[in-house]
Nanobody, 120 residues
Framework: QVQLVESGGGLVQPGGSLRLSCAAS????????MAWYRQAPGKQRELVAG???????SYADFVKGRFTIYRDNAKITLDLQMNSLNPEDTAVYYC??????????????WGKGTLVTVSS
């Protein structure tokens, strides 16, 4: 079993910045891909940014140039630096990873999410 805990959400004004953090914990697990998703009210969950096990990063078009993802394999964390935020970025942000343990194959895990509100 792998647990993902997000932190860093909150209220920010348009044009501002926030940094989200995700920490993974558990026993005897290996993580491959990690990613941040978001879900705005009334909308489907969508991929924001992700990293593969070898460090390749990818970003949704709507965050390119504004958001940066950082992965620390030693600490097993995934951060999302968000700059130039606008009201359309308001959503619950979820951390996701693909992981396996001694007794399971690859499974997708989700955190409970952290709310980001961009408003003046």
């Amino acid at each position: 079993q792998v647990q993902l805990v997000e932190s860093g959400g909150g209220l920010v004004q348009p044009g501002g910045s926030l940094r989200l953090s995700c920490a993974a914990s558990g026993t005897g697990f290996t993580i491959n891909n990690m990613a941040w998703y978001r879900q705005a009210p009334g909308k489907q969950r969508e991929l924001v940014a992700g990293t593969t096990g070898d460090g390749t990063t990818s970003y949704a078009d709507f965050v390119k140039g504004r958001f940066t993802i950082y992965r620390d394999n030693a600490k097993i964390t995934l951060d999302l630096q968000m700059n130039s935020l606008n009201p359309e970025d308001t959503a619950v942000y979820y951390c996701n990873c693909e992981a396996r343990t001694f007794t399971t194959g690859w499974i997708n895990y989700w955190g409970k999410g952290t709310l980001v509100t961009v408003s003046s």
